[in-house]
C-alpha cells in the first residue's frame, strides 16, 4: 500500500514537471527562433520600441508580438510552431495593442515583410 501512495506521488510529480518545462523549454525555442527570424530579415534588436510573447492555448505555441520604432501603429506577430520548415510565421497588422482580439493581416505597406 505504501509503495503504492509513492509511487503515485512520483508519477504525478513528473508528469507535472514534464508539463511545466515542455512550456518553458517552448518559450526558450520560440525566443531563439524570433531573434533568428529578425537577423535574418536585418533588423537590429535595438529598433524593438515594445515586445511581449504569449502562449496561445489554442495552438499550443508561442507568439512574439512586437512593435518598431522606424514602422510605428503596425504590430509584427512571430508565430513560432516548432512542425513548421521555417519555424516562425509572420503576421503583420495595424495595431497599436497587445491583445488577444483578431488581427487583420496586411499584404503590403510594411517595412518589414515576411521571409519566404
Same mark, same amino acid.
Do not use: C
Given at each position: +500500500?505504501?509503495?503504492?501512495?509513492?509511487?503515485?506521488?512520483?508519477?504525478?510529480?513528473?508528469?507535472?514537471?514534464?508539463?511545466?518545462?515542455?512550456?518553458?523549454?517552448? /518559450?526558450?525555442?520560440?525566443?531563439?527562433?524570433?531573434? /533568428?527570424?529578425?537577423?535574418?530579415?536585418?533588423?537590429?534588436?535595438?529598433?524593438?520600441?515594445?515586445?511581449? +510573447?504569449?502562449?496561445?492555448?489554442?495552438?499550443?505555441?508561442?507568439?512574439? +508580438?512586437?512593435?518598431?520604432?522606424?514602422?510605428?501603429?503596425?504590430?509584427?506577430?512571430?508565430?513560432?510552431? /516548432?512542425? +513548421?520548415?521555417?519555424?516562425?510565421?509572420?503576421?503583420?497588422?495595424?495595431?497599436?495593442?497587445?491583445?488577444?482580439?483578431?488581427?487583420?493581416?496586411?499584404?503590403?505597406?510594411? /517595412?518589414?515583410?515576411?521571409?519566404?
Amino acid at each position: +500500500m505504501r509503495f503504492t501512495i509513492l509511487l503515485t506521488i512520483i508519477t504525478l510529480l513528473l508528469f507535472s514537471a514534464f508539463g511545466i518545462n515542455r512550456v518553458h523549454i517552448q /518559450k526558450h525555442f520560440a525566443e531563439k527562433a524570433f531573434e /533568428k527570424y529578425i537577423a535574418e530579415q536585418g533588423i537590429s534588436v535595438s529598433n524593438i520600441e515594445r515586445k511581449e +510573447m504569449k502562449w496561445d492555448d489554442r495552438r499550443k505555441s508561442y507568439t512574439v +508580438m512586437v512593435h518598431y520604432k522606424e514602422d510605428p501603429g503596425l504590430r509584427y506577430d512571430y508565430r513560432h510552431n /516548432k512542425f +513548421m520548415k521555417r519555424s516562425i510565421k509572420l503576421v503583420v497588422s495595424q495595431s497599436d495593442e497587445f491583445n488577444d482580439e483578431p488581427v487583420t493581416p496586411i499584404e503590403k505597406g510594411m /517595412k518589414y515583410p515576411p521571409l519566404d
